[in-house]
């Protein structure tokens, strides 16, 4: 008895967006399997307990062979190995470097050494998140780190270029860089209610107008060491910062600031006596957190300061967002009636970046 056997004969590299998912997530060939057999797959396609453990290994060892080459995308671009479609490579790396939100906030601002690879134990059975996971994601971001951090130019077009990820993800690492760089607090109980986009959307209003690429201060001496201008803050921007004590240091100038800006938020703040009555606790609050700056712990720290010395007072009041937006607006728009203020520039450059900050950490 003869028996015919249909063989079909292909070279491209088949890839199961589910199992590259259970391989990414941390799980055993043993753990995806049984992940597998509970969803049902078995009935829908007939196939055997045999079948699929052999076609998790499979997977497996492949997705084990192509990460040294997503471990440097564009090589797995360029190989000639595994023929694999490039919509197909744009998701094997896409989600290679995807992270969990509940992972990158235990990391997130601090140094990407051994001794936080260290607590990696902690954090997953704090998260949930399987350790092999946590390795894979916090050795993402290190080698991020390591690739850019002594490059010229815009971080997140490095990041993009270096691995090819999404614009949104490729700005989500240039975040995390730039966290991890100036060592920003974020661990603290009372930034606990923050989420790792809400220190994103900080981070690249920093990036835009804090740091050196912001204002195109490229070095004129070829071999300057000043390479990394995305990475880090503009020390004589930050040392600039002293001048707007007067501010809150001159007891005129701060009369008349507060002066102007009652009278253009009279009656459209609700909570108007409650501005009027702190308005110089606010201001000196906002004014001091920029005149510290220029030491490496008061940079740590500014995000535990804005929270303590104005999102704090503002929600212990019961301000409103729109409260709040109304009042930093004006705030900032008030000092340039000072005829005596002659920082003007400067004080645009900071109150830009604070004002979008504080919107976004005040959770009314």
Same mark, same amino acid.
């Given at each position: 008895?003869?028996?015919?056997?249909?063989?079909?004969?292909?070279?491209?590299?088949?890839?199961?967006?589910?199992?590259?998912?259970?391989?990414?997530?941390?799980?055993?060939?043993?753990?995806?399997?049984?992940?597998?057999?509970?969803?049902?797959?078995?009935?829908?396609?007939?196939?055997?307990?045999?079948?699929?453990?052999?076609?998790?290994?499979?997977?497996?060892?492949?997705?084990?062979?192509?990460?040294?080459?997503?471990?440097?995308?564009?090589?797995?671009?360029?190989?000639?190995?595994?023929?694999?479609?490039?919509?197909?490579?744009?998701?094997?790396?896409?989600?290679?470097?995807?992270?969990?939100?509940?992972?990158?906030?235990?990391?997130?601002?601090?140094?990407?050494?051994?001794?936080?690879?260290?607590?990696?134990?902690?954090?997953?059975?704090?998260?949930?998140?399987?350790?092999?996971?946590?390795?894979?994601?916090?050795?993402?971001?290190?080698?991020?780190?390591?690739?850019?951090?002594?490059?010229?130019?815009?971080?997140?077009?490095?990041?993009?270029?270096?691995?090819?990820?999404?614009?949104?993800?490729?700005?989500?690492?240039?975040?995390?860089?730039?966290?991890?760089?100036?060592?920003?607090?974020?661990?603290?109980?009372?930034?606990?209610?923050?989420?790792?986009?809400?220190?994103?959307?900080?981070?690249?209003?920093?990036?835009?107008?804090?740091?050196?690429?912001?204002?195109?201060?490229?070095?004129?001496?070829?071999?300057?060491?000043?390479?990394?201008?995305?990475?880090?803050?503009?020390?004589?921007?930050?040392?600039?910062?002293?001048?707007?004590?007067? /501010?809150?240091?001159? @007891? $005129?100038?701060? +009369? #008349?600031?507060?002066? *102007? %800006?009652?009278?253009?938020?009279?009656?459209?703040?609700?909570?108007?006596?409650?501005?009027?009555?702190?308005?110089?606790?606010?201001?000196?609050?906002?004014?001091?957190?920029?005149?510290? /700056?220029?030491?490496? @712990? $008061?940079?740590? +720290? #500014?995000?535990?300061? *804005? %929270?303590?010395?104005?999102?704090?007072?503002?929600?212990?009041?019961?301000?409103?967002?729109?409260?709040?937006?109304?009042?930093?607006?004006?705030?900032?728009?008030?000092?340039?009636?000072?005829?005596?203020?002659?920082?003007?520039?400067?004080?645009?450059?900071?109150?830009?970046?604070?004002?979008?900050?504080?919107?976004?950490?005040?959770?009314?």
């Amino acid at each position: 008895m003869t028996s015919e056997l249909d063989i079909f004969v292909g070279n491209t590299t088949l890839i199961d967006e589910d199992v590259y998912r259970l391989w990414l997530d941390g799980y055993s060939v043993g753990d995806a399997v049984a992940l597998r057999v509970r969803s049902g797959i078995l009935e829908q396609t007939g196939a055997t307990a045999a079948v699929l453990q052999s076609d998790t290994m499979d997977h497996y060892r492949t997705f084990h062979m192509l990460e040294r080459l997503l471990h440097a995308p564009p090589k797995l671009l360029h190989q000639l190995i595994y023929q694999i479609p490039p919509s197909r490579q744009a998701l094997l790396i896409e989600r290679y470097y995807a992270f969990d939100e509940a992972f990158v906030r235990e990391v997130l601002g601090k140094k990407l050494s051994k001794g936080t690879k260290k607590d990696l134990d902690d954090i997953s059975t704090k998260t949930g998140i399987t350790l092999k996971s946590c390795r894979r994601q916090f050795d993402n971001f290190k080698r991020v780190f390591k690739v850019v951090e002594e490059m010229r130019g815009s971080l997140v077009d490095n990041i993009q270029q270096h691995f090819l990820l999404s614009d949104r993800l490729a700005r989500d690492y240039a975040a995390i860089v730039f966290f991890a760089n100036n060592r920003f607090e974020t661990g603290k109980k009372k930034l606990q209610y923050l989420s790792f986009g809400d220190f994103a959307f900080c981070a690249e209003l920093m990036i835009q107008n804090w740091t050196l690429g912001a204002v195109g201060e490229a070095p004129t001496d070829p071999d300057s060491q000043v390479d990394d201008m995305d990475m880090d803050l503009d020390k004589e921007f930050l040392q600039d910062l002293k001048e707007l004590k007067v /501010l809150v240091a001159d @007891k $005129d100038l701060l +009369d #008349l600031h507060k002066s *102007l %800006v009652c009278t253009a938020l009279r009656g459209k703040l609700g909570v108007f006596s409650e501005m009027e009555a702190n308005f110089k606790n606010l201001s000196r609050g906002l004014v001091n957190v920029a005149t510290k /700056l220029t030491h490496n @712990k $008061d940079v740590r +720290d #500014l995000f535990v300061d *804005l %929270v303590e010395k104005f999102v704090e007072p503002c929600r212990s009041d019961h301000w409103p967002l729109s409260d709040v937006r109304l009042f930093l607006n004006q705030y900032s728009a008030s000092v340039h009636s000072l005829d005596g203020f002659r920082h003007q520039a400067l004080w645009d450059r900071y109150m830009g970046t604070l004002r979008g900050c504080l919107l976004r950490l005040y959770h009314d």
